[in-house]
């Protein structure tokens, strides 16, 4: 998802801190060949970085459930959503783990309209999200946003090198938006979220979102998806699984429910369908 921080005057070490990030931001080795879900989340929503493995990968899910294109859409709209309503909480730091390929309102252009000083850190492992960084890598001059190229199972990494852009001392949002279905072991997954809000502090926030095994449609068309050569599987989970993640935080109103009955306002394509895809944002006390 080039260093691109505030451009307040630099401290004096910042000419090693860029040199290592520009380094760390050398594309590895792309494989256009096995679909990912990056790739094909940017397919769903009518994007153009994707390859021919991520659009067939597509259209055989939307051909077993074709649904999927509302999932696509309205989860995104609730990060949107999410990511102003925390903004407007007062929260000015982001870590999105998993964010997937640039598109309209990504997580730092919410947060700077409503506080031009946020700072965001994304963090994915698809090589293409990694091409296309510099999109994501613009920021207001008070702000600032960085990418690392990383995988969820390894918190340890995404803190030490999150902690090059945000003071993990103050409070900062956690996003794990449809991320947390590849992790097939949910203990796994869960030990995951505690290990990174374990590091954050009181006043810090957890959002995330994952589809849900609620439409028996959605889960054919994921199992057809995961026998996929090559294919990292994605595994749905129960909305009670999905609220486990939620376990020893302050969860706030509505609670974990489908995207499009949290907070929901005014949306481009008329009255929401139900989604298997659910979701909530909790406070750490």
């Known amino acids: 998802m080039a260093d691109i921080p505030s451009t307040a005057s630099p401290s004096p070490e910042e000419p090693a801190r860029t040199s290592e990030r520009t380094s760390r931001m050398t594309p590895p080795q ?7 879900s990056a790739r094909i989340w940017n397919y769903l929503l009518g994007g ?3 390859y021919l493995a ?4 597509g259209d055989r899910i939307r051909q077993v459930f074709p649904g ?10 609730m990060l949107a959503r999410t990511v102003r309503f925390l903004a407007e909480a007062g929260v000015r730091q982001f870590l999105d783990i998993g964010t997937g390929l640039p598109t309209v309102d ?7 309209r409503v506080a031009a000083e946020s700072r965001v850190v994304y963090v994915d492992n698809d090589p293409l999200v990694l091409v296309h960084a510099q999109a994501l890598l613009t920021s207001t001059p008070q ?3 960085d990418y690392i190229e990383a995988d969820v199972r390894d918190p340890g990494l995404i803190l030490r090198e999150a902690a090059r852009t945000l003071d993990l001392t103050r409070p900062t949002a956690l996003m794990l938006m449809g991320i947390l279905g590849l992790v097939t072991d949910y203990d796994e997954a869960r030990s995951i979220v505690n290990r990174l809000m374990a590091a954050l502090p009181s006043g810090s926030y957890l959002a ?16 057809r998806h995961n026998e996929g050569p090559g294919v990292v599987p994605y595994t749905p989970r129960s909305p009670e699984r999905i609220a486990g993640y939620f376990d020893g935080l302050t969860l706030l109103e509505p609670g974990v429910v489908p995207v499009t009955r949290w907070r ?4 481009p394509w008329g009255a929401a369908p139900e989604v298997a895809c659910a979701g909530g944002v909790a406070r750490r006390p």
């Open 30 to 36: 792309l494989n256009t060949n096995v679909p990912h």
């Open 48 to 50: 153009k970085d994707n």
């Open 54 to 57: 991520d659009r067939q990968a």
């Open 68 to 77: 999927m294109v509302d999932i696509a859409r309205h989860s995104r709209y």
């Open 106 to 112: 990504n997580t730092h252009q919410v947060a700077q």
């Open 143 to 145: 702000g600032a946003t």
């Open 208 to 223: 995330l979102y994952d589809g849900t095994d609620t439409d028996p449609a959605y889960v054919e068309a994921l199992r």
């Open 264 to 267: 929901p306002d005014p949306n």
